[in-house]
């Protein structure tokens, strides 16, 4: 039986720098490449038309729906895959979406979009260090939203500029779930770029608000000041969203995570626990989880962690933070089982090594925690400085010990 078809949907404008490291990463699971076009004079079009691509001329309407949906209209295929040009997906991703599509049950999958940076004061930054052709990235802030579902449904994205097809797929009782892709977004790294980006979307947000005052256009707002590191504004326009709609739980979650940004971690707990009574998701059982570990509430940090696990049991910082939690409260042995589980489901998980390091260091496994150490210095650890002095201790620990001197391989 073969396997159902995707349609790659995008929109694009002047992209040719991006545009095909985009479609390489994709082109081996796309049935079908549709890029709505609004407006390019580079070669973005010659670059779609390598891929086989369906090209549509969209006149630019100031509204990121409006375009996502008139490429929906032309999908043809059994499931919709949305990538933005300055997005790729990797071999782990593309491995997982071909299994996806195959499920009986779901309407749509939301993936983890990781949108890297080097502007580590961002709300939401996540210290995990990236390289990517030649440049490196300190870390990412990251959100989940719904990137592949099924097509012929009449889901339709809504939105201005945080375009979401979610609340259509709810309407429509659809079920969405979880899943275990990474989107690498890489255009808002450029820090001028990003900030040019921004204060356009602010200036749709801001005419949208003024048009059509509801909660909507006031979580976009709020979404795009903490983006633009505007927390004052940012609080502003996620409690308007609040007030005009309560049971708005993404601007409750968004507002957590500008509170916990700003370490008032109660306020966090706060907005995390009423956008969660709502609608639980993972990520939300996550930052509450983090929240009480800053707050040394270990026990609280541990039960809403293992309720992340339970919605997401492939995400690694999850396994990362649980670590954390067993390190503090001295369960070294817990601490090492979770560490080891989420540097094995990201190889790349740098964070996780040098935190496995550090639990293998304090149960007394010098040896291990030697490897681990030295791969979080090669993956390029912010501490590798300070790790390499350590290392170097424990091997002169591990010489001076009788039980370590016959036929034991230092680092191996």
Not at 95 to 111: H, P, Q, R, S
Not at 179 to 189: D, E, F, Q, R
Request: proline share 2%; glycine share 6%; net charge positive.
């Amino acid at each position: 039986m073969p396997n159902p078809t995707i349609s790659l949907c995008m929109m694009a404008k002047n992209e040719e720098k991006l545009l095909e490291q985009c479609l390489n990463s994709v082109k081996s699971i796309a049935d079908e490449i549709i890029i709505v076009d609004t407006g390019s004079t580079d070669k973005t079009k010659e670059i779609a038309k390598k891929f086989n691509a369906k090209i549509i001329d969209f006149k630019w309407q100031d509204d990121f729906s409006a375009a996502r949906n008139e490429s929906i209209k032309h999908a043809a295929k059994e499931w919709i895959l949305v990538l933005d040009a300055d997005e790729t997906l990797d071999e782990d991703g593309l491995k997982a979406i071909k299994g996806l599509v195959n499920d009986k049950e779901t309407d749509a999958f939301l993936f983890l979009q990781k949108n890297y940076t080097n502007e580590t004061n961002i709300a939401g930054f996540v210290n995990d260090e990236h390289k990517r052709n030649g440049k490196a990235y300190s870390g990412w802030y990251g959100s989940f939203i719904a990137r592949l579902f099924r097509n012929k449904k009449g889901y339709q994205f809504q939105g201005t500029v945080h375009e979401l097809v979610e609340p259509s797929i709810e309407a429509k009782k659809g079920k969405i779930a979880a899943a275990s892709v990474a989107i690498h977004h890489y255009g808002n790294a450029d820090e001028k770029a990003r900030k040019e980006k921004l204060r356009i979307y602010l200036e749709l947000c801001k005419k949208k608000a003024k048009q059509n005052p509801d909660a909507n256009p006031y979580f976009e707002l709020g979404i795009l000041y903490k983006e633009n590191n505007n927390i004052e504004d940012a609080i502003k326009s996620l409690k308007k969203s609040i007030g005009l709609n309560p049971k708005h739980s993404m601007a409750l979650y968004e507002l957590g995570i500008v509170y916990e940004k700003q370490k008032d971690y109660d306020a966090a707990i706060k907005n995390y626990t009423e956008s969660l009574r709502i609608k639980e998701n993972s990520e939300a059982f996550q930052s509450l989880g983090v929240c009480y570990l800053k707050k040394g509430m270990l026990q609280e940090a541990y039960r809403n962690l293992t309720k992340a696990i339970l919605l997401n049991p492939n995400k690694y910082t999850i396994y990362n933070n649980l670590g954390a939690v067993f390190e503090k409260m001295g369960n070294y042995d817990s601490a090492v089982q979770m560490l080891e589980i989420g540097t094995k489901i990201n190889p790349n998980n740098t964070i996780g090594f040098y935190n496995l390091g550090i639990a293998l260091d304090k149960k007394g496994d010098f040896g291990k925690a030697i490897n681990a150490y030295e791969k979080a210095v090669e993956l390029g650890h912010s501490k590798s400085e300070e790790i390499k002095k350590r290392i170097k201790q424990l091997k002169g620990i591990i010489t001076s010990l009788p039980s370590y001197r016959y036929g034991f391989n230092v680092g191996g």
